[in-house]
């Protein structure tokens, strides 16, 4: 660890806030495609739990979605420090692992199946449509968990993700891209949450 490093992991240990124990990733399909885009991320998610995460959720935005079950095959045999849980852009099965990545999910088609899912459950008489409310459809996601924080690599747009889960997170924006994400750049991210003011929407 070099001495910039060393510096942003003791104010991190330092620090009296507290850190983020769901930490989400977006990346895009072309952030893969980059030397070294695998080992990149193997690092990051260590880093995250290394520095206090209970919980890591990676999103891979896809434009060409006959890539996805090579990005699926290649996710799957990543050297993780935790269960990994991956799902495509037709995986329904809720995502119950420490890392969960998502592959060409969009948020607007993980709301459309939720939503369509409650309507079924209504139809069959298993729900009351008054009783539907936020915890129901969060309980009809793939990925139902709320990030504390969410980093974005190389550009200020979020690729359609987690849209439901994502209203209260904090947004870290790097030009950073995601072939040079470093250990200090992680660092950041996690420093800016804990120097920040949660609302949660107040």
């Keep these: 660890m070099g001495a910039y490093d060393a510096y942003l992991a003791l ?25 070294g885009a695998y080992d990149t991320l193997e690092r990051t998610l260590g880093w995250a739990f290394d520095y206090g995460a209970e919980r890591v959720t990676v999103s891979v935005s896809v434009l060409d979605e006959a890539v996805v079950p090579t990005l699926v095959r ?18 329904a099965e809720r995502a119950d692992a420490p890392i969960r990545i998502n592959v060409g999910l969009g948020g607007r088609g993980e709301f459309a199946r939720a ?7 209504v139809a069959a008489g298993d729900l009351d449509p008054e009783a539907v409310d936020e915890e129901t459809v969060t309980d009809h ?22 849209i439901w889960q994502s209203t209260y997170s904090e947004l870290y924006f790097t030009d950073v891209n995601w072939r040079d994400f470093r250990k200090r750049d992680y660092l950041r991210a996690v420093r800016e949450f804990e ?5 949660f929407g107040e």
């Design 141 to 162: 996601l793939v990925f139902p968990e709320e990030p504390d924080l969410l980093i974005k690599t190389g550009a200020e747009r979020l690729s359609d993700f987690l």
């Design 74 to 91: 290649e996710l799957r045999g990543i050297d993780a420090p935790r269960a990994v849980a991956v799902r495509g852009p037709d995986g």
């Design 115 to 121: 939503v369509r899912e409650m309507a079924e459950d």
């Design 11 to 35: 104010r991190h240990r330092l620090a009296d806030a507290d850190g983020p124990d769901h930490v989400a990733l977006v990346l895009t399909e072309r952030d893969l495609l980059e030397q």
């Design 195 to 199: 120097n920040r003011q949660r609302r």
